[in-house]
Structures are given as C-alpha cells and as structure tokens.
Nanobody, 122 residues
Framework: VQLVESGGGSVEAGESLGLSCVGS??????MAWFRQAPGKEREGVAA????????YYADSVKGRFTISQDNAKNEGYLQMINLKPEDTAMYYC???????????????????WGQGTQVTVS
C-alpha cells in the first residue's frame, strides 16, 4: 500500500488545517496519523478502525483533531482545529492490517507509511 499525504502548511495559532492521505484498499486497514517534531520521538495522534466505527486520540489533541476516512475513495483525513505551536511537526499517515486496541499508537503495528507532510504553527 502506497500512502501519500497532502494538506500541510503554515498557519497561525488558533487556525485550522486539514490533512489528506491517499492510498488503496483502505477498508482492509486500520489507519493512524503520527507526528514527529524536530528532536522528538514520533508520536501517535489519532487512529481509526477498519469499519470507521471507533477512533482514538492522544490526550494532547482530543477535542481539536478529528480522524476520518472514506473507504470508497481510499482517502483518509485529519481535520485539525485550534492549532497550537506545539502541534508543529511532520505528520505521517500509517496503515496496518491488524492493530491491537491497546497498541493504537505503537508504530510497529503499522506496516505502511506515507512520506509525511509538514505542519507549522506560529
């Protein structure tokens, strides 16, 4: 599965931004968004199951980020509102065929990764 992210950019604090991730066979995969800031470890921010019935968020983004996906279009989304400077990072989408619920944000659970898209909040 090849994943391609888009939608990153530079915004001011309080503004919104939407990211997209295009791939294939999305209905077969759990999807997640991770981010990595300079000098920091990659961290998971949002994940969703194959049937789009359950989503999971990091505490730092809960209430501000929304993950969704359109299996018919093979496209995933991360809608971000009220962005903060600490949200600045490279954002990656990831896909895995089987993700255990207690390991939503373990990178090893995901077999496929996009190249990343930069989000900068000033």
């Amino acid at each position: 599965v090849q994943l391609v992210e888009s939608g990153g950019g530079s915004v001011e604090a309080g503004e919104s931004l939407g990211l997209s991730c295009v791939g294939s066979d999305f209905s077969r995969y759990y999807m997640a968004w991770f981010r990595q800031a300079p000098g920091k470890e990659r961290e998971g921010v949002a994940a969703i199951n194959t049937s789009n019935t359950y989503s999971y968020y990091a505490d730092s983004v809960k209430g501000r980020f929304t993950i969704s996906q359109d299996n018919a279009k093979n496209e995933g989304y991360l809608q971000m509102i009220n962005l903060k400077p600490e949200d600045t990072a490279m954002y990656y989408c990831a896909a895995g065929p089987s993700v255990r619920p207690w390991r939503w944000f373990y990178a090893a659970e995901y077999n496929y990764w996009g190249q990343g898209t930069q989000v900068t909040v000033s």
